[in-house]
């Protein structure tokens, strides 16, 4: 079935710097990929989504793009802030979109 | 406001007991889901519904039951028969299974300590 790796943690930058969380997957054809995020002591939110290859879902100056050549959507922000602090997940869901399955989560935390 | 609520936030049992966690969403989606988070793991399915008095077994759903008698409703029960029932439990709920691009929409949680 569909699955997704996702980059390890923890990851700690300091503020201003530059954010990549790797993500890469296995499917059967070319799903929509998804990052959540999930705030301390909260539910999950979508932050972005692609639904195409070469597609690029872009939220609140993140910005991930589905790339089927090395079946990969890595998040990225260009300059994070203290407020980014989260843990940040990859999904897919499976063959006929009943369900997601998601990455164990990295979890980034930004210091002042 | 439309969303998902999850009652209560804290839940605290004694081994043994079953225990039922509330799951609501007035965003009139069809399917709804159940998950578990354990510390430093991703979400794992433990039921999902994709219209009501029809559900389907995730990856994980011994030790649990579920119902969906109303659209907006999907009560988790955590039963005596789960070995680990501490965690984070999470509900979701998205607008038709099936639906490429589709996202789900998640509740707050709910998180249930078992002493």
């Known amino acids: 079935g569909n699955s997704v790796t996702q980059m390890e943690g923890p990851v700690t930058l300091s503020e201003e710097a530059f954010l990549t969380i790797n993500c890469t997957y296995t499917a059967t054809g070319y799903p929509s990929l998804f990052w959540y995020v999930q705030y301390p002591g909260e539910g999950l939110q979508l932050l972005l989504k692609a639904t195409k290859a070469d597609d690029k879902g872009s939220n609140k100056g993140f910005e991930a793009t589905y790339r089927k050549e090395t079946t990969s959507f890595h998040l990225e922000k260009g300059s994070v802030q203290v407020s980014d602090s989260a843990v940040y997940f990859c999904?897919?869901?499976?063959?006929?979109?009943?369900?997601?399955?998601f990455g164990t989560g990295t979890r980034l935390t930004i210091i002042p | 406001d439309g969303g998902i609520t999850q009652s209560p936030k804290y839940l605290f049992r004694k081994e043994g007991q079953n225990v039922t966690l509330s799951c609501e969403q007035n965003?009139?989606?069809?399917?709804m889901y159940w998950y578990r988070q354990d510390p430093g793991q991703g979400l794992r399915l433990i039921y999902y519904s994709q219209i009501v008095n029809d559900f389907q077994k995730g990856d994980i759903a011994e030790g649990y039951s579920v119902s969906r008698e109303k659209k907006e409703s999907f009560p988790l029960t955590v039963t005596s028969a789960q070995k680990n029932p501490t965690a984070f439990y999470l509900c979701?709920?998205?607008?038709?299974?099936?639906?490429?691009?589709?996202?789900?929409?998640f509740g707050p949680g709910t998180r249930l300590t078992v002493t």
């Open positions: 999904a897919l869901p499976n063959f006929g979109n009943e369900k997601l399955t």
């Open positions: 979701a709920s998205s607008a038709r299974i099936g639906t490429v691009g589709d996202e789900q929409y």
């Open positions: 965003l009139n989606h069809d399917a």
